[in-house]
C-alpha cells in the first residue's frame, strides 16, 4: 500500500479533545516498516488530551486556533504541505473545513461520525439515537465534503442497542467500534485510490 515511489504515506490527524481514536491509529501505524505513517498531529484546543498522545509518541503537532480566514487556513495548508500529508484523518475535530481548504489541499480528507450516517448528523448524537428508541446505532467513516457529515460513505459498521443502553453505555460501545473502524476505512480508501 506504500506510494508508487515507496515512500510512506502521511496522515495529519485533527483532533479538538480526547483523542482516543488518534490514540488507536497511533497504535496502528507505529511499527517501523508501517507503510503509514501519523507525521502530524493538528488540534484546534490547546488543552486537547490528545496532544498528550502525540509528545509521547513524538509526533510533530500543532495547535491552530482554526478561523475560516485566509490566513489561517493559508498557514495550516502550508504546515500540511511542509510535511508532505498524503491524507487528513478528521477524529473529533470540533470544526468545520472550509471549501477553500477543501480545494487547496487537494488530497482526501476522512472523517469520524458516530452513527449509522447519513442517519444523525451533528452533535449530541448518542443522546438523539436513545431519545429515538433506535435498535441500531453505529460509527461510520466518510469522506469530507462542505457539507457537515455528508460526503461519501467509505465505511460503516452496524451496532444493536440493547434495551438498559444509555448514552454513555452507547458511547463506550461505538468508541470501541470507532477504533477498529477507521483503520479499516483508511486502508479501503488507500488501496481504491
Ligand atoms: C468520536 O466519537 C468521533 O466519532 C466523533 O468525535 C468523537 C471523538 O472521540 N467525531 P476521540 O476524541 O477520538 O476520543
Redesign the pocket.
Given at each position: 500500500m506504500a506510494k508508487s515511489n515507496g515512500k510512506k504515506i502521511n496522515i495529519a490527524v485533527f483532533?479538538s479533545?480526547?483523542?482516543?481514536?488518534?490514540r488507536s491509529l497511533i497504535k496502528k501505524y507505529k511499527a517501523k516498516y508501517s507503510p503509514i505513517t501519523i507525521k502530524l498531529v493538528i488540534s484546534s484546543n490547546p488543552n486537547a488530551k490528545?496532544l498528550m498522545y502525540a509528545r509521547q509518541s513524538k509526533i510533530k503537532s500543532y495547535v491552530t486556533n482554526f478561523k475560516k480566514n485566509n490566513t489561517t487556513e493559508k498557514k495550516l495548508l502550508k504546515k500540511l504541505s511542509d510535511s508532505n500529508i498524503d491524507l487528513i484523518c478528521?477524529?473529533?475535530f470540533m470544526k468545520i473545513l472550509s471549501k477553500n481548504f477543501i480545494k487547496q489541499f487537494n488530497n482526501p480528507i476522512l472523517?469520524?461520525?458516530?452513527s449509522l450516517l447519513p442517519k444523525y448528523k451533528g452533535l449530541n448524537t448518542h443522546k438523539r439515537v436513545i431519545k429515538k428508541k433506535e435498535k441500531y446505532s453505529g460509527?461510520t467513516v466518510h469522506l469530507v465534503s462542505e457539507k457537515l457529515d455528508s460526503g461519501r460513505i467509505v465505511l460503516q459498521k452496524k451496532i444493536k442497542i440493547s434495551k438498559y443502553e444509555n448514552e454513555k453505555t452507547l458511547?463506550k460501545k461505538?468508541?470501541k467500534v470507532?477504533h477498529v473502524l477507521y483503520p479499516k476505512a483508511i486502508k479501503k480508501l488507500l488501496i481504491n485510490l
Open positions: 483532533i479533545g480526547r483523542g482516543s481514536n488518534l490528545g478528521l477524529a473529533g472523517n469520524i461520525h458516530p460509527a458511547e461505538i468508541l470507532e
